[in-house]
């Protein structure tokens, strides 16, 4: 079965750091595109980046650039995604999602059950 | 940045009934538009990509079609289970972006 399995919830303290993960199975890790996305609590889906584990070139929203480090390694087939300092605007959902095929532009067919990662003193 | 916007933004509508949801992108992006079901605590699901191209598993009630700047999600027969927010997403160019979505509520 193809899937993504993300890592549990976290609860953090504003300034302080934070690395989440996302491992892949069933399918050939290093051929997909792998996406991550925010939901804010109530709000909307928002695109933050996407890697190429096959050789870890990465595109970041605008939005999000500067904010968050999105990285993979390819040999234990996890994606991540990483904060130096987190803020209480980054407390949302945060889902990685695979594209459909190796084609660069094609949609998200699998997606992780999410991460809640909330902040707050 | 390419918006795209959804509408409407919520619809109550009674089962069995059409459901027709658009997306507007503020530029040209081909068919490299795709569409999502999202539950209540649940992820997102691929319901069309590339603007008409049904996902594996997905009811035949829901089709899309479109092209360039005008796209369309529709729901033939609503059926209760479809109650979701339904978003739009373009991977045409970077940034890919998703619409705000659209609530559909059954009656």
């Known amino acids: 079965e193809v899937q993504l399995v993300q890592s549990g919830a976290e609860v953090k303290k504003p300034g302080e750091s934070l690395k989440i993960s996302c491992k892949g199975s069933?399918?050939?890790?290093?051929?997909?595109?792998i996406g991550w996305v925010r939901q804010m609590p109530g709000k909307g889906l928002e695109w933050m980046g996407i890697?190429?584990?096959?050789?870890?070139?990465?595109r970041y929203s605008p939005s999000f650039q500067g904010q968050v480090t999105i990285s993979a390694d390819k040999s234990i087939s996890t994606a991540y995604l990483q904060w130096s300092s987190l803020k209480a605007s980054d407390t949302a959902m945060y889902y990685c999602?695979?594209?459909?095929?190796?084609?660069?532009?094609?949609?998200?067919?699998?997606w992780g059950q999410g991460t809640m990662v909330t902040v707050s003193s | 940045e390419i918006v795209l916007t959804q509408s409407p933004d919520f619809q109550s509508v009674t089962p069995k009934e059409k459901v027709t949801i658009t997306c507007r992108a503020s530029?040209?992006?081909?068919?490299?538009l795709h569409w999502y079901q999202q539950k209540p605590d649940q992820s997102p699901k691929l319901l069309i990509k590339?603007?008409?191209q049904s996902f594996s598993g997905v009811p035949s009630r829901f089709s899309g079609s479109g092209s360039g700047t005008d796209f369309t999600l529709t729901i033939n027969s609503l059926e209760a289970e479809d109650a979701a927010t339904y978003y739009c997403?373009?991977?045409?160019?970077?940034?890919?972006?998703f619409g705000q979505g659209t609530k559909v509520e059954i009656k």
């Open positions: 530029q040209s992006i081909g068919s490299s």
């Open positions: 997403h373009q991977s045409s160019s970077l940034p890919e972006t």
């Open positions: 890697i190429y584990p096959g050789d870890s070139d990465t």
């Open positions: 069933g399918y050939s890790f290093t051929s997909y595109w």
């Open positions: 590339y603007a008409s």
């Open positions: 999602a695979r594209r459909t095929t190796v084609h660069p532009n094609d949609a998200f067919d699998i």
